[in-house]
């Protein structure tokens, strides 16, 4: 029985999906408790701020020519597809040119803007281009639906990256620790990002097709606004943490911050196989078939994400020092807000099948905005858990505007508003009820234990069906 539900693309490829996120993130729970010994408070808020300003930079240099492959593959047929991908790697090389002569030329100037040396801006420079190569090369594979390759190569470049790091923490005493940190990132996605590059253009060599060009452009600009939005969204509580209150503080955020986020790195690796599956669903107009598995998507989702809330204090013990620990009386809206991102990808896949990038790029513009607004007015008075409650209002909000510009604009419908709210209701409760026994372990362990035991008999149900 087990074998026939795995003959599902869907779900062998979400398997491996997930269990790569759970592997890559039990690496990742292993080593933080090391870093956040290792570092102080300061050198965390470095290179917590570096990695804000870097995810900037990707943005921009390369036009977000991989965001595009998807659309391509349901566009083209094989053969002009792989021409396609060589194509926007060239694109790409020529775009990152083009701003790493402007970011060389005003190094200073962005330096003092940024609160980064300009060693650390030149690092940024190399890590973000490389980078993108393994972004390439993922995205490739997994709308080709190899997920175990990408899997491969995730787990390699994580395990180098965390070697890496910790050697030249440990082990270099003339390089700073925070440089340390953010230098073992470097290297591998130099080593790694500049192979598969090579490797996409000489299995197919660019024609230097217009078309793909212009294909490329359509899609792809728009959603530099669509991302550079995103980062603000993502981004703007840690830089004005540091600006209002200081780099300690910026450090216990976003040590909070990259525990929530555990939550949005699932949602990606069950993403990871859902849109390629989804799309194809689309493609052959199966309707019915989509709303039976996103509903048990949705479910699936919610179970989660009630279970992490409740665990969460756990991970923020194991995974800091006492230094951090106070993260945890604001973690349920970071993680909250994560939710509302999983629930916005349900319209948002939608917009980019049907090609409507420029609505994804105004929702998320809207969304920014509001952000800076709320994290200008909040983060001065309430510090830390103003930021965590802007960034749970702004993806609300994100949420709700795609789902207005997918029922009135294009006429499409998921869920109905009742089977929305009544999970975002659930989540609710769940975050004010673990407000009131965060430190009452035995209490939390029950809530855990019963989610536990509805998530297994819904698993039961399914499996029962399948039969």
């Not at 290179?47 to 965001?67: D, K, M």
């Not at 998807?70 to 790409?92: C, F």
């Not at 604001?330 to 948002?348: D, E, N, Q, R, T």
Request: proline share 3%; net charge positive.
């Amino acid at each position: 029985m087990l074998k026939k539900i795995f003959s599902n693309n869907l779900i062998k490829n979400g398997a491996y999906y997930t269990l790569g996120t759970f592997i890559l993130q039990g690496i990742n729970f292993l080593t933080l408790p090391l870093y956040t010994r290792i570092l102080t408070t300061r050198d965390f808020g470095i290179t917590s701020l570096y990695t804000a300003w870097q995810a900037v930079v990707v943005i921009f240099l390369c036009l977000q020519t991989f965001s595009t492959i998807q659309n391509a593959k349901v566009t083209y047929e094989d053969e002009e597809y792989r021409e396609y991908n060589s194509n926007i790697v060239v694109l790409s090389f020529v775009s990152f040119a083009v701003f790493a002569v402007v970011i060389m030329i005003f190094s200073k100037q962005l330096s003092h803007f940024s609160g980064l040396s300009v060693n650390l801006i030149f690092l940024m420079l190399l890590h973000s281009f490389f980078t993108l190569g393994v972004t390439f090369k993922n995205t490739i594979l997994r709308f080709d639906g190899k997920a175990e390759k990408q899997l491969f190569i995730s787990m390699f470049y994580t395990v180098l990256n965390v070697g890496l790091s910790l050697f030249f923490i440990t082990s270099v005493p003339s390089i700073e620790k925070a440089t340390g940190k953010i230098l073992g990132a470097v290297v591998p996605s130099v080593i790694l990002g500049g192979y598969f590059y090579l490797e996409i253009i000489m299995k197919r060599r660019p024609t230097f097709k217009k078309d793909h060009f212009i294909f490329c452009l359509t899609l792809g600009l728009p959603l530099i606004l669509h991302n550079l939005s995103h980062i603000v969204l993502t981004s703007s509580d840690r830089m004005m943490i540091e600006r209002f209150i200081g780099l300690e503080e910026t450090g216990i955020y976003g040590f909070t911050y990259t525990i929530g986020t555990i939550l949005s790195t699932a949602a990606g690796a069950f993403g990871s196989a859902w849109v390629p599956w989804y799309f194809q669903k689309l493609k052959s107009e199966s309707h019915e078939e989509i709303k039976i598995y996103s509903k048990n998507y949705l479910n699936f989702f919610t179970l989660v994400t009630m279970g992490f809330i409740f665990i969460s204090p756990e991970i923020v013990r194991f995974m800091g020092s006492p230094d951090y620990w106070a993260g945890k009386y604001f973690l349920p809206w970071i993680i909250f807000g994560c939710y509302f991102i999983f629930l916005y990808s349900f319209p948002v896949n939608y917009e980019f099948y049907v090609k409507k990038t420029n609505y994804i790029a105004l929702g998320t513009s809207f969304s920014a905005v509001i952000n800076l607004v709320l994290n200008y007015i909040f983060i001065p008075k309430y510090s830390s858990f103003g930021a965590a409650l802007t960034t749970l209002a702004s993806y609300f909000f994100l949420f709700i505007f795609h789902e207005i510009i997918t029922r009135k604009k294009l006429n499409y419908k998921l869920f109905s508003p009742i089977e929305y709210l009544y999970r975002i209701g659930i989540i609710t409760v769940s975050c004010f009820l673990y407000i009131k026994i965060v430190d009452i372990i035995w209490i939390r362990y029950i809530i855990i234990f019963s989610l536990g035991v509805i998530f297994l008999a819904g698993l039961f149900k399914i499996i029962k069906n399948k039969k």
